[in-house]
């Protein structure tokens, strides 16, 4: 069974940095693309970060230089370095694989930022 485990969130003050990880488990083919999406209360989700598995990354304009998407394919892990936080990042974080049967997310781990 193919499954997303997240953690790394939690509380940080604004200018603050979180780091989240994403660990992939429950298939033997390669994963192809992760990432994170974001979903903040009364908002759609939306793509933060992606990375391929040569190691290729995208991000969205709004977290352009303050965060940073990488992977480790031995161990099937994806992260997302966040720095310099604002309470606009606020959010539930949710991280997917591309898996050989598709695409499946992770449960979601809660960051907000707050003084």
């Known amino acids: 069974q193919v499954q997303l485990v997240e953690s790394g969130g939690g509380l940080v003050q604004p200018g603050g940095s979180l780091k989240l990880s994403c660990a992939a488990s429950?298939?033997?083919?390669?994963?192809?693309?992760m990432g994170w999406y974001r979903q903040a209360p009364g908002k759609q989700r939306e793509l933060v970060a992606a990375i391929s598995s040569g190691g290729t990354a995208n991000y969205v304009d709004f977290v352009k230089g303050r965060f940073a998407i990488s992977r480790d394919n031995a161990n099937n892990t994806v992260y997302l370095q966040m720095n310099s936080l604002k309470p606009e990042d606020t959010a539930v974080y949710y991280c997917y694989a591309n898996f050989f049967s598709g695409r499946n997310y992770g449960q979601g781990t809660q960051v907000t930022v707050s003084s």
């Open positions: 429950g298939s033997s083919f390669r994963i192809g693309n």
